[in-house]
């Protein structure tokens, strides 16, 4: 059996790419992907708690998740298009009508 | 049976299924009447007086966790201290629905009025549950059924490149905070094995020392509850989405959400920590972590920065948006004194910058509709081409600054008497100086409505309802300024939380 630990390790990466993803990427289309990448990591903690613990309280979180997720993506897909609309790009750095 | 217990707990979330069906018969109402859109906002304020009604009607109840079944503790809790931030919540939304009907800027989206009141329903019904919340998962729903509906109605106007911007900034700054949120309560769900509150607590409280991976999961849930109430170093959104959404929304998410989330806030520190009460009022916390520190360095940062950073605003509402981050660092500061004299502080301290900001931003709201602008230079003169609104906006700000014979005083001076308790000389003194910090931007709004000369000779008129409203929103801000004995009584009682 692999070690639980290995599990939370990967988890610990991913997490970690997510963020480091969202400070230097600047499509908002990656963006997105990259807090995809934040919520699936805890996806996986939750699951490993859940089997190593023996409590299905972490899988039945996980469902709600996967939810937010799905309804994140399409809000914010919704977002961009109206954002496109209006400037024709979706590089966060271009977005700037509002500052300081 | 689970069955039973489901069934038994009905009677429980009365408001919260009034307010679902309510959200259903909006979205029905704009699918079979689309000619009659102009009935929606009624329709909506009758289904919030009926949620009202039904949970005026829980506060003789006897408190209860809900959805309690067997061995499992409920998902939620019905306590006075829920029941006060829910009669907040439905007021706010309530005076939010009249200001939507008076907005010159939700009128070029007339066709999607539905979408609008649908989407505020779902806030009040998210708010609900997270001032109930005792579960995780709970939780986590809630904030994102909040949160989820505040990023479209922040890009409601579609054509608008500022609220697309502001839509597409608030929910990428949402979805990384909840995201971190989120892996801090999967780290502490491995560590405690439960999602309860309360077992939580059971297992916290033996904690003799601060652990590191804890520590770091409450942190990383701080972060959620940091963006909610928009402290300083997760702030960066509110100038931006305050500044870009319509008005209405712009007031709805500085009172009402941020109320929710300080009521979350507090639940959450309260039941998870709670080990036991001295003779003065505090509470003695578990050591497993520190929050009294944690929470003195947010509270001074989130006001020193929104203050100062207010000081160079030329865009009333970014002015207001970041006088809406110091304020939290007010209530914040009150927090931190862990005890019952600094939970009093901030539900007094709710109702009073409820009024007073709800207050502004209807009158910014309603100079944008004579004239289009919110830039403080437009403002010049206006004190006297609109007398009423120019003393109105005069009462508000006085008030948001803190001083008498209004409200705001008795909202400062509740936080000072809980900081000078404890007693915490440092953090009242830094409250006293932002305090003065901040008179100097709002007295630069009064500056600029009387003393600058208008630019161009012009009569304004206000419908009758709109100077009502007005007034509505003023007047209490006097009256409780020298009358606040029912509003300290009403403050005293809905502390009670359940479990203690």
Redesign the interface.
Same mark, same amino acid.
């Given at each position: 059996m692999i070690p639980v630990e290995y599990y939370l390790v990967l988890s610990a990466f991913m997490f970690t790419t997510g963020v480091i993803g969202v400070l230097i990427r600047r499509n908002a289309i990656v963006l997105f992907m990259s807090i995809e990448l934040m919520l699936n990591s805890a996806n996986l903690t939750f699951v490993t708690f859940a089997s190593f613990l023996g409590d299905s309280a972490g899988q039945v979180f996980i469902f709600f998740v996967m939810t937010v997720a799905a309804a994140e993506a399409a809000v914010g897909l919704a977002i961009m298009i109206a954002l496109f609309r209006n400037k024709q790009t979706l590089n966060a750095d271009e977005v700037n009508v509002l500052k300081w | 049976m689970v069955i039973n217990t489901i069934f038994n707990s009905f009677h429980l979330i009365g408001p919260e299924i009034a307010v679902a069906l309510l959200l259903l018969a909006v979205v029905i109402f704009d699918l079979a009447f689309p000619k009659n859109k102009k009935f929606l906002p009624w329709l909506t304020i009758t289904g919030i007086i009926v949620a009202g009604f039904l949970t005026v009607k829980q506060y003789s109840l006897e408190s209860g966790f809900v959805f309690e079944s067997g061995n499992t503790q409920g998902l939620i809790v019905i306590d006075n201290f829920a029941f006060f931030f829910k009669l907040l919540i439905l007021g706010v939304s309530l005076l939010i629905i009249l200001f939507s009907v008076s907005s010159e800027e939700l009128k070029n989206c007339y066709d999607r009025a539905g979408e609008y009141y649908t989407l505020i329903t779902g806030m009040i019904l998210g708010m609900f549950f997270m001032v109930s919340t005792v579960d995780? +998962?709970t939780l986590?729903?809630s904030i $994102?059924l909040v949160s989820?509906s505040s990023? !479209?109605l922040a890009?409601f106007i579609?054509?608008?490149?500022?609220s697309? $911007?502001?839509?597409?900034?608030y +929910? +990428?700054y949402g979805? !990384?905070a909840s995201? +971190?949120m989120?892996?801090g309560?999967?780290?502490v769900?491995?560590y405690t094995?439960?999602?309860n509150f309360y077992q939580i607590n059971h297992i916290v409280v033996h904690s003799l020392s601060p652990d590191f991976l804890l520590s770091l999961a409450f942190i990383l849930i701080f972060v959620g509850f940091g963006y909610k109430i928009s402290a300083v170093p997760f702030h960066f959104w509110t100038?931006?989405v305050y $500044?870009?959404a319509p008005t209405t929304i712009t007031a709805y998410l500085s009172v009402a959400s941020k109320a929710a989330g300080f009521a979350l806030l507090i639940r959450f520190v309260k039941i998870i920590f709670f080990t036991g009460i001295d003779e003065n009022g505090y509470w003695i916390l578990s050591k497993a972590f520190n929050w009294s520190y944690l929470l003195i360095i947010i509270s001074v940062l989130t006001m020193t920065v929104g203050n100062f950073a207010a000081l160079?605003q030329n865009n009333v509402k970014r002015m207001l948006a970041y006088s809406s981050i110091a304020h939290a660092g007010y209530m914040l500061a009150a927090l931190t004194m862990l005890s019952e004299q600094g939970l009093l502080a901030i539900v007094v301290y709710f109702v009073v910058y409820g009024l007073t900001n709800l207050g502004a931003f209807y009158i910014v709201l309603l100079i944008h509709n004579k004239t289009g602008s919110e830039e403080i230079d437009d403002y010049d003169g206006l004190g006297y081409q609109m007398p009423l609104m120019g003393v109105a906006m005069t009462i508000l700000l006085v008030s948001l600054t803190g001083l008498p014979p209004t409200a705001g005083f008795i909202g400062k001076l509740y936080v000072f008497i809980s900081i000078l308790d404890a007693p915490h000389y440092t953090l009242a003194v830094i409250v006293a100086l932002n305090s003065v910090v901040s008179l100097y931007y709002y007295v630069r709004i009064i500056k600029h409505l009387y003393l600058n000369n208008p630019k161009v000779e012009r009569e304004f008129t206000f419908p009758v309802t709109q100077t009502i409203l007005v007034l509505v929103l003023t007047i209490p801000v006097i009256i409780l300024g020298l009358y606040f004995g029912p509003l300290l009584e009403m403050g005293k009682v809905s502390l009670r939380m359940f479990g203690f």
């Open positions: - | 995780l +998962i986590y729903i $994102e989820f990023y !479209v890009g579609k054509k608008s490149k500022r697309s $911007e502001a839509g597409l900034k +929910i +990428i979805a !990384v995201g +971190i989120l892996f309560i999967s780290l769900f491995g094995g439960t999602t100038p931006d $500044e870009g160079w």
